[in-house]
């Protein structure tokens, strides 16, 4: 439990006055008592507590820190893990029944996440928190805890996973109407922005002062971007992050999801991760950089001492090939996510591999041998960041267990014929409710948890009347 809050008594040195170093750190403290410090030497008056539920939306508590720094046991009801995106419930069946009492659930606070909210007026904080039940078990069905036991499923192995995710995203015009198409924001130029500006630092300029204030947020957060492009589509932007361990990078673009959206709303102007939000443009992606290492010796297991390939990275591959196909509900959660996957565009339709070629779902870019990985190509922007790495690091170790064998590397273009994916949501929930070595590893908790969620989910959807139909059966059938 929190440890009361104390006040922070800075040693003299020479005339003047030192703090302890910890609490000039940007992001984490190791224990309560330096948080108590941390928040002090701030001025911090409240902290967020939150977590991301299955959808990936941030849910949790506020609180003053007076309160946060006492012995104060934070919960949030089970039903927060089992809403639908729209709000609404799934039904009990295949193997899912919701909880009659509803209970709560613990919210854990982990310190090593403590760090400033930037865009709040008050000095106010924000801290990632886990959930344990009553009795103190992590709960299995959510997805902070998911990506532990699947990263935890490595650290049994001797090994430890290492990713880089890039996220891209669309700015927008604001759009308080829903029944309205969405539409490219207007830069500094004064022109509504085009398509077609692939790399190019003038379409990045025209967003000049909203991308410096998802650098000036960042940085006060700790969160550290390696680059920032303009992709393809209209007012089409992507980060990349630096690699490295698969939860603190998931706490990374949970995190970024937030900062850009707020740095968007300070500029009147709307961030989406939507997978495909304006019609006739590309898709939004989040491509995951995965490799493994050793964790004895600290080696990439993908390379043999004198950098040639291993069996273990082909095993990775073949089970990538044999089992992204049966999680893609987790890579690609929403009707509209299955928008973006569409032949003969920059978003694979296959389960494919290939050296360079950004034409199948596992890529293998060019490296030296120590840097060898695999970019899972699949997952949409609007995935939970911490389910994708989650299931994307699942297959692959699925295939390093069983001893999988990848197909042979295509060298053509792979996303013009043939299509080796579910084409919709239900397909894609049936297949990863099949797929028995996935439930081995994520948990039959977790997988029939998400697995209603989505029926619900679409069911919902199919209560909505597009403006497709009202087009073309209105007057014609």
């Known amino acids: 439990m929190p440890a009361p809050k104390k006040e922070v008594r800075p040693s003299k040195a020479g005339g003047r006055t030192r703090v302890p170093a910890f609490v000039k750190n940007l992001r984490g403290v190791k224990d ?12 911090i008056e409240d902290i967020e507590c939150i977590t991301p539920d299955q959808a990936g939306v941030a849910r949790g508590k506020m609180m003053p820190t007076s309160k946060f720094t006492s012995n104060t046991s934070l919960a949030l009801p089970s039903a927060v893990f089992m809403m639908t995106i729209s709000g609404g419930y799934p039904e009990d069946g295949n193997g899912f029944a919701y909880p009659e009492d509803d209970g709560d659930l613990k919210l854990v606070p982990d310190l ?43 650290e049994a192995k001797g090994l430890k996973p290492v990713v880089a995710p890039e996220i ?19 830069g500094r130029s004064g022109r509504p922005i085009g398509g077609g500006a692939g790399y190019s630092i003038a379409g990045v300029n025209e967003f000049d002062e909203l ?54 709303l300070k500029h009147d102007t709307y961030a989406t991760f939507m997978a495909k939000p304006i019609q006739g443009q590309p898709g939004s992606a989040m491509h995951i950089h995965q490799s493994v290492i050793d964790r004895k010796t600290g080696q990439n297991v993908f390379s043999a001492p004198e950098g040639s390939e291993t069996e273990t990275f082909f095993n990775f591959l073949g089970g990538m090939q044999r089992h992204v196909p049966n999680a893609l509900v987790m890579f690609a959660p929403y009707v509209n996510s299955y928008r973006r996957l569409t032949q003969a565009a920059s978003a694979p339709v296959n389960n494919k591999w290939g050296y360079d070629n950004r034409t199948v779902a596992f890529r293998v870019p060019r490296s030296d041998p120590a840097a060898r990985r695999v970019e899972n190509r699949i997952p949409s922007s609007d995935a939970n960041p911490y389910l994708a790495l989650a299931a994307s690091l699942a297959c692959g170790l699925i295939g390093m267990n069983k001893a999988l064998k990848p197909d042979a590397p295509i060298l053509t273009t792979a996303n013009e014929d043939q299509i080796d994916l579910p084409r919709g949501l239900l397909e894609a929930v049936d297949l990863f409710e099949q797929d028995e070595d996935l439930r081995a590893i994520l948990g039959e908790p977790f997988v029939t948890t998400y697995a209603a969620i989505k029926r619900a989910e ?18 014609n059938v």
């Not at 805890?145 to 499923?153: Q, S, Y």
């Not at 891209?168 to 207007?186: A, C, G, I, Q, S």
């Not at 679409?458 to 007057?475: D, K, N």
């Open 112 to 154: 090593s996440t403590l760090s400033a909210v930037p865009w709040e007026e008050d000095p106010t904080a924000q801290v990632i928190c886990d959930l344990v039940h009553q009795d103190g078990r992590s709960v299995e069905f959510t997805p902070r805890n998911l990506l532990k036991r699947v990263v935890a499923a490595y």
């Open 211 to 264: 991308i410096d204030d998802i650098y000036h947020f960042s940085e006060s957060q700790g969160l550290e971007i390696d680059t920032l492009i303009h992709e393809e589509g209209a007012g089409q932007l992507e980060i990349n992050l630096r690699h490295g361990d698969p939860v603190e990078l998931a706490d990374q673009v949970f995190l970024f999801k937030r900062t850009i959206r707020e740095a968007a």
């Open 168 to 186: 891209e995203f669309y700015l927008v015009r604001k759009n308080p109407d829903p029944d309205y198409p969405l539409t490219p924001p207007v």
């Open 32 to 43: 309560w008592k330096e948080a108590g410090e941390w928040l002090e030497w701030r001025g």
């Open 458 to 475: 679409f069911e919902t959807f199919m209560e909505v009347i597009s403006p497709w139909e009202r087009e073309y059966l209105l007057l």
